[in-house]
């Protein structure tokens, strides 16, 4: 189970350097993503533990996991922060992030998945395809990120291995291929029937150290197996003419060409989920149980035979900073070096971390890099190999590497680093809107400056953490994405930059935008006090945009109506105008404005003049557009009893929610319903009241909607924080 499962001669050759091919094929950059409680740290532990990269198994009940290192993770038992690791397998270099599960914290899976070149999603074998099963399913999806599934949990009671590949087929829309079938159930499960070489495999779970042991498959799996295995050479068929050929004639494939088909399936299919004649994700499904040692050393096998190297996926585009031209890198050490700067973190010792990956070239410690997305040097002092919150220092970092950068000055998320002579931009990682805010003040003067100081760190960590100091009510208010967020954020305020704080009740982030176009807003600034006067006098037309699509601006001055050098001022003063609007002082979204017409005079106009009719323009033309309000819509999953699913769906009725669906899950069932943000405040206390402590719930952000007007009404008088 531990040899070299296919020949090199299999595999894509990209680049001619023997060396640096050789280096990249055994590299596997992955990430461990799933729905919160899936098992995923647990599973991580198992993969270092087997790898040699820990002695010993540390357990998250017991807070001693070696990826979950932070206070607030080992206290409350989740995966906070993306935790980066190498470790080793067979010839393999394993390059894993593992991240988070919860909702709150999805911009850490976002930008891992960014950067990675595949990934196993961990499904627990209760639970299914649950809530954020989906979401990591689809930022999967965006990125195209080949993956693996493994269903773990098998030892517990309900759980259904094929009840979860149907789900995956049927919720995720995948081609969901079984390599294993599990032998046994529940607590009689003890390991698995592996249909590529059709033996089974035995775990002792009592003892860890013990490798599997092979044998032949129990006779009552024997029919199981054998249609199994004729489900997965029919599905591998399809993806390969060779391997079609020989099942069409009924032969069975080698080993080797059947993993080789397995591999070749799993990665060109993730390559066509951009096209119209794509075929459906193939991917492969195993099993196990990460708690009780059973499924990791299988699970390391699938990760290096079928997840793709460096070398076998695209690298994304790259554009040059000012002429915008395409830009071609290569995974070679020898080309001019481009890394995509995907995190940041504090550290207490050596300041800010800088995570990278390398899509070409080689960095070294010394090296003086551009930063093309501002266009600035920056020079590399130390290049750090992490292991979560542990550094090995290292000399360099080749192509296809992940690893910590120290003594950048300006670099921020998605900044791209790279040579100075081959200037090239990645595309920027687009991260979800904040759906909660919250006011915070400090205990006294003193420790004002140290609160700037905290949140200013905390925002170039996190993308998602938005601060901004409202002037109506000289609070200073964060964003974020949820109650966990936010009081984590809190908490980490507290213990790591020392600054007590006093944090308001959370709030939702309600939004406004028009409902009716407006073709035309005509305003004119005029100031005259002696001297020189302002002059700004701009014609704009505000529509209705798409969701999730901000305010955009588009000019189209023809002529020389407005000079083009004042046309930045008026989007400058579009977008400030935006952050507050008219009904209740929330934030404009989904508008696009069109500056169109308008003057200007020799002498007094100026880039304030325009900003201050911009803003002045901008403010008339949403009064004018039917303004509404909108606020978070969640989806939320609610597991219950089936004895008190009547109160459970009566109390999502109470809450404005509109339930979707429910479905029988062994003796309980899945409840789904679409409820607003506002409505779920203090949920937990309510569905354990309701259910006697058995029903558990989980929620993420589906959609903006228009809030109704009784209550829209209600909000305006309130005020924004009232």
């Given amino acids: 189970m531990t040899g070299i499962r296919y020949g090199r001669d299999k595999l894509q050759m990209a680049v001619s350097d023997t060396g640096n091919v050789e280096r990249l094929t055994y590299t596997r950059n992955f990430g461990i993503v799933a729905h919160?409680?899936?098992?995923?740290?647990?599973?991580?532990e198992r993969i270092l533990f087997?790898?040699?990269?820990?002695?010993?198994?540390?357990e998250i009940d017991e807070g001693t996991t070696s990826l979950d290192w932070m206070a607030q993770e080992r206290e409350r038992g989740i995966t906070i922060t993306a935790a980066a690791t190498t470790c080793f397998w067979r010839n393999f270099r394993l390059n894993l992030i593992d991240t988070p599960g919860h909702v709150d914290f999805t911009a850490e899976v976002e930008r891992s998945l960014k950067v990675l070149d595949g990934c196993v999603v961990v499904f627990c074998g209760v639970g299914g395809v649950e809530p954020q099963s989906e979401t990591v399913w689809r930022q999967a999806d965006k990125y195209g990120v080949p993956r693996l599934a493994f269903i773990n949990k098998l030892d517990r009671i309900g759980a259904d291995f094929a009840m979860v590949v149907k789900e995956i087929r049927e919720r995720l829309g995948a081609k969901a291929v079984p390599l294993q079938i599990p032998w046994g159930r529940e607590d009689t499960f003890?390991?698995?029937?592996?249909?590529?070489i059709m033996k089974s495999l035995k775990f002792d779970s009592a003892n860890p150290s013990k490798p599997p042991e092979v044998g032949e498959i129990p006779a009552e799996l024997a029919?199981?197996?054998?249609?199994?295995?004729?489900?997965?050479?029919?599905?591998v068929a399809e993806y390969?003419?060779?391997?079609?050929?020989?099942?069409?004639?009924?032969?069975q494939p080698s080993e080797a060409e059947l993993r080789a088909g397995i591999r070749a399936a799993t990665i060109k299919s993730s390559l066509e989920q951009d096209r119209e004649d794509r075929r459906p994700l193939f991917v492969p499904v195993l099993c196990g149980a990460s708690f009780r040692n059973i499924g990791a050393q299988p699970l390391l096998d699938a990760i290096c035979d079928y997840l793709p190297s460096p070398l076998d996926v695209p690298i994304p585009p790259a554009h040059h900073p000012q002429t915008d031209e395409p830009i071609a890198c290569a995974p070679d050490d020898q080309a001019p070096f481009a890394a995509l700067a995907f995190k940041i973190a504090r550290d207490q010792f050596v300041g800010k971390l800088y995570f990278l990956r390398v899509y070409s070239g080689t960095l070294r410690a010394g090296d003086t890099v551009l930063n093309a997305t501002k266009r600035r040097k920056e020079r590399i002092s130390k290049l750090l190999r992490m292991h979560a919150n542990k550094q090995e220092l290292i000399e360099e970092i080749k192509a296809g590497d992940i690893a910590a950068a120290v003594g950048l000055k300006d670099v921020t998320t998605g900044d791209t680093l790279c040579d100075e002579t081959t200037p090239a931009v990645f595309e920027r990682i687009q991260f979800p809107e904040p759906v909660v805010s919250m006011s915070i003040e400090v205990k006294t003067k003193a420790e004002q400056d140290k609160l700037g100081n905290a949140l200013g760190m905390l925002q170039d960590e996190d993308p998602t953490f938005r601060v901004h100091f409202d002037q109506e009510t000289s609070e200073t208010i964060m964003e974020g994405m949820g109650e966990l967020h936010l009081e984590i954020l809190v908490d980490r305020m507290r213990r790591e930059f020392n600054v007590e704080v006093n944090a308001g009740k959370p709030q939702v982030a309600y939004k406004e935008t028009i409902t009716a176009p407006v073709d035309e807003v005509n305003y004119k600034h005029v100031k005259q006090t002696g001297g020189r006067g302002q002059y700004g006098h701009v014609v704009i037309k505000l529509e209705p945009a798409p969701p999730k699509s901000g305010v955009t601006f588009t000019s189209k001055i023809v002529g020389g109506k407005i000079p083009k050098e004042f046309v930045p001022a008026v989007e400058e003063g579009v977008l400030e105008a935006s952050r507050t609007g008219p009904l209740a002082g929330f934030p404009v979204v989904d508008v696009a404005v069109t500056l169109y017409d308008g003057s200007y005079h020799d002498v007094d106009s100026s880039e304030i003049a325009f900003k201050i009719a911009a803003i002045e323009a901008f403010k008339q033309g949403i009064l004018k557009g039917r303004p509404v309000m909108l606020e978070p819509i969640m989806v939320v999953d609610v597991i219950t009893p089936e004895a008190v699913m009547g109160e459970i769906i009566g109390d999502l009725g109470s809450r404005r929610g509109q339930v979707e669906s429910t479905i029988?899950?062994?003796?309980t069932r899945l409840v789904r319903a679409y409820v607003p943000l506002a409505e779920m405040f203090g949920y937990a206390t309510a569905i354990r009241s309701l259910s006697q402590g058995r029903a558990a719930y989980s929620m993420e952000p589906a959609r903006y909607e228009q809030v109704p007007r009784n209550i829209a009404e209600g909000l305006i008088g309130k005020g924004k924080r009232g």
Avoid: C, F, N, W
């Fill in 223 to 235: 029919a199981e197996a054998s249609l199994a295995r004729h489900d997965l050479l029919e599905a």
């Fill in 36 to 44: 919160i409680d899936a098992g995923k740290t647990t599973t991580s």
């Fill in 190 to 196: 003890t390991g698995m029937v592996d249909l590529v």
């Fill in 50 to 58: 087997y790898t040699g990269r820990i002695h010993k198994i540390g």
């Fill in 664 to 667: 029988p899950r062994g003796s």
């Fill in 240 to 251: 390969d003419d060779q391997l079609m050929e020989q099942y069409i004639h009924d032969r």
